[in-house]
């Protein structure tokens, strides 16, 4: 009998865990706090230790193996708490037979120094790593599912209306976001507010290895969430938040841009979209910068403090958000589909592709984002630019829209169109 919670709304993620769990001796799950890993982990643990309350951490920083129970799984969350944790769960997987004995779950990586000096093996056959998220559209309810990725994919769209998502809709579920414990609250900007400032106040001290600023970590956020959905680089953060007159002060800037970013991603909340790579005309045009995310469109809003009524009055951010929300979604999805998620872009022409989907066997499809309907014929030229200069072409090309009514296939190029607010993996 697992440790099943009432109201458990069941996520993509679940059905992985199942699988690994019949293959692998353990099972990691990493990703942002609040995303919901405790929450889902317990709906297939049969026991569970917390290593935020005192008593199981104090016990297992003396020996790991006295926090284990015969109930299994046994789920051990935040384990990184006591990194000595993974290499006795290791441990225990070889020296007893079966499988899905423990589910660890985290929220911060270790650092190099940790990965070194206390973990001395991967874990590799007998611990699987998985990557959770907030939630998609889909996992949510705000997506009804007509249209799976996978049905493009094998070009079985059937084409019908659907419900028309009314812009400010649309704003509310980009500043609200995927976290799990946001979908029933009506004053939705409340908690990303308060991840934000728990990030700058609590969370970038966790790391003992220096003193880190709150205010710098906060204009770098806010930084971010501007060049959210962008390919910036580092020098334009830097310029963001730093003052520097010399060449040794730039150098300093750079090194604490760098430092702060990598703090960011050992809390699991950047989620970059790499560059994709193709033979387009000359490899040396392809752009290889990564796009830029957060982990969730509602941090960067938070960060610039809007609100449904600003991102309605600001279409250039309202669009740019409208995007992360998509591909933060499109990440989810692909990971079900143990695929990829990529950007395209020629620095020559300029031409791009906002978003690049790359299956398992090798095909991949192109895919346009768009706000409202209005950009749909932009969005198609750019698509049959990029077709007809790729020579491997696309299985499928979309466009991904916010504000539209039905889910079609254009009868010239065999594009598809369909709301976000339809779609599922």
């Known amino acids: 009998m697992s440790l099943e919670q009432k109201g458990y709304r069941r996520r993509l993620i679940d059905d992985k865990i199942d699988k690994y769990l019949k293959i692998f001796g353990a099972i990691s799950i990493e990703g942002p706090k609040w995303c919901g890993k405790t929450w889902t982990s317990l709906e297939h643990s049969e026991s569970v230790s917390y290593l935020t309350e005192r008593g199981p951490r104090e016990l297992a920083k003396v020996d790991p193996k ?38 660890l779950t985290g929220s911060t990586s270790l650092s ?22 907030p939630m998609s559209l889909y996992e949510s309810g705000d997506s009804t599912g007509d249209v799976s990725i996978s049905d493009m994919y094998d070009g079985k769209v059937e084409g019908k209306y659907i419900r028309k998502v009314e812009l400010d809709e649309l704003a509310k579920l980009i500043i609200r976001g995927g976290w799990p414990a946001n979908l029933e609250i009506e004053d939705i900007d409340v ?28 204009m770098l956020l806010r930084s971010l ?28 800037s750079r090194q604490t841009v760098a430092d702060y970013l990598g703090v960011l991603d050992s809390l699991y909340l950047t989620n970059n979209q790499e560059a994709f790579s193709i033979n387009y005309r000359s ?32 279409h250039e951010t309202f669009g740019l958000l409208f995007e992360a929300l998509v591909e933060r979604d499109l990440k989810i999805y692909m990971d079900y589909l143990d695929g990829h998620l990529y950007h395209f872009r020629d620095n020559i022409s300029g031409d791009e592709v906002d978003s690049i989907l790359e299956f398992r066997n090798g095909d991949y499809a192109a895919i346009e984002i768009k706000l409202s309907d209005g950009s749909i014929d932009d969005a198609k030229k750019s698509l049959q630019t990029f077709y007809n200069n790729v020579k491997k072409k696309p299985k499928f090309m979309c466009v991904i829209v916010g504000h539209f009514e039905a889910v079609i296939q254009d009868p010239d190029t065999g594009i598809y169109i369909i709301p976000i607010t339809s779609l599922r993996p």
């Not at 908690?191 to 906060?218: A, G, Q």
């Open 66 to 103: 006295y926090i284990f129970n015969e109930k299994r799984p046994q789920l051990i969350d935040e384990w990184q708490l006591v990194p000595s944790i993974w290499d006795s769960v290791r441990h225990e997987c070889d020296n007893s037979k079966g499988t899905g004995k423990f589910i």
């Open 112 to 133: 190099k120094d940790e990965q070194e000096d206390v973990v001395f093996h991967s874990g590799t056959g007998r611990i699987a790593t998985m990557r959770m998220y």
């Open 191 to 218: 908690i990303p507010r308060s991840y934000i400032e728990s990030i700058v106040t609590k969370d970038i001290h966790e790391r003992k290895d220096k003193k880190r600023d709150s205010n710098k970590m906060r």
């Open 225 to 252: 969430a501007r060049n959210e959905s962008t390919v910036a680089g580092n020098e334009t953060l830097v310029k963001d938040i730093e003052e520097y007159e010399t060449g040794d002060e730039l150098l300093q």
């Open 283 to 314: 490899s040396k045009r392809i752009g290889k910068s990564p796009k830029r995310h957060l982990v969730d469109p509602s941090l960067a809003c938070a960060c610039l403090d809007l609100s449904v009524e600003k991102l309605l009055n600001d």
